[in-house]
């Protein structure tokens, strides 16, 4: 099965309701225009029953198929928060808010869902119920867990569940997924380092946080080098180190951030006990004290196996079989997707957004020639998992 053409002939309609959304970004929980115009689009579309204020600001939609004796249902998710991030794309639809951008395509992902709502709502030619999930704060916020926790599998009896995200570098028309690990767990530290501040001319008198703090940086990349088995994935990257606002004063804290990503859990635990070990250590060296604030956050996005081929499947109907990959490499990016995931039997599928500007990038942009591809991957999982 090819495109859809009735995504073509409402192409311009799911566009615009893209580049709206983009205009108007809104930060994790707080998508209040977005989720009202997404359940507005819902009740137009004709859906058997909208929901909001799942998750705090999510949307859920039911499509009921024209035949209801398999009893199976299925869900699809898309997500509507943007970045804090100042666009630098010129584009007429640009974002009017200061500060804000979807410099990750939840704008693109909530369209496609749309598209797809608004398609399925109209031929119902499936046998089950179609459960469309527009969620908010994937980006830092846990709005999946949030979802999760309120309910969202058991009140509408979701058995599968299936995510789209799109992908930079991966051309127009081509999907990538793999079973189990697809994406890492996302842990976030914060190390405050505690010496004995004092006049720069007198180091001798001090302890001094940032010779600490050097110390325990160029430390912590041994955990990867030299602590995880070098077949095994893991990444330690200390983003943000701040000490001092004087040249001539030693400063009394430095204070040490950063993230670790794995893909599976012995590595999780093992990058945790070192990361505590090794500054507590050199800490205890130099004399200083400190305080380590260590955050498990999102965990590992790991696809179901017959759910991933599933899912394989239905993109290679869309797009044709030399233009879908199976077997990709997991990427040590972090989802929410995963609460999903942990909570149901499904897959989560990467469809090309061509030659643009990465994820998170202050020049990226969604790919509007995407959007009939997605919205086309979406009504044919519905119509091949639920078959009328």
């Not at 995504?7 to 225009?33: G, K, N």
């Not at 842990?187 to 050097?214: M, Q, R, S, W, Y």
């Not at 290679?316 to 879908?324: A, D, F, I, L, N």
């Not at 149901?344 to 009939?372: C, E, K, M, Q, S």
Request: net charge negative; hydrophobic share 40%; proline share 4%.
């Amino acid at each position: 099965m090819p495109i859809v053409n009735r995504f073509a002939d409402f192409q311009a309609d799911t566009v615009a309701w893209r580049r709206d959304i983009h205009c108007h970004p809104e930060l994790l929980y707080e998508v209040h225009r977005t989720a009202a115009s997404v359940a507005e689009k819902l009740r137009a579309f004709g859906l058997d029953e909208v929901v909001t204020g799942i998750g705090r600001t999510g949307v859920v939609g039911v499509i009921r198929g024209r035949k209801s004796g398999s009893g199976k249902v299925v869900g699809l998710r898309a997500d509507m928060d943007a970045l804090p991030l100042q666009e630098t794309t010129g584009k007429p639809y640009a974002s009017t808010i200061d500060g804000k951008m979807h410099a990750c395509g939840h704008d693109g992902h909530t369209a496609m869902l749309l598209g797809a709502a608004r398609y399925l709502a109209e031929t119902r030619n499936f046998d089950g119920t179609a459960v469309v999930i527009f969620q908010p704060a994937e980006e830092g916020g846990g709005g999946g867990k949030a979802m999760v926790e309120e309910g969202l599998m058991d009140r509408w009896n979701i058995q599968e569940v299936y995510g789209m995200h799109n992908m930079p570098g991966l051309a127009l028309g081509e999907f990538a997924t793999r079973p189990g690990a697809l994406l890492a767990s996302t842990d976030e530290f914060t190390i405050i380092v505690t010496g004995n501040g004092g006049h720069a001319a007198k180091p001798h008198l001090a302890i001094d946080p940032i010779i600490v703090g050097v110390g325990i940086i160029q430390a912590l990349q041994t955990i990867v080098s030299r602590s995880v088995d070098p077949v095994e994935a893991a990444v330690v990257s200390v983003t943000r180190f701040h000490a001092g606002q004087a040249r001539n004063i030693i400063a009394g804290t430095a204070e040490i951030g950063g993230t670790v990503r794995t893909l599976r859990a012995e590595e999780r635990d093992l990058a945790e006990r070192r990361l505590r070990e090794i500054a507590t250590g050199i800490a205890a060296a130099h004399g200083a004290s400190l305080d380590i604030d260590y955050d498990r956050n999102y965990p590992v996005t790991r696809n179901h196996p017959a759910q991933a081929a599933f899912a394989a499947s239905v993109a290679r109907e869309v797009v044709g079989y030399s233009r879908v990959d199976d077997a990709a490499p997991p990427i040590l990016g972090g989802e929410d997707f995963s609460y999903m995931l942990e909570a149901r039997p499904g897959a989560f599928i990467f469809v090309g957004n061509g030659d643009t500007a990465g994820l998170h990038n202050a020049a990226y942009d969604f790919n509007d020639d995407v959007i009939p591809i997605g919205c086309s991957y979406w009504a044919r999982l519905v119509e091949t998992a639920m078959p009328s």
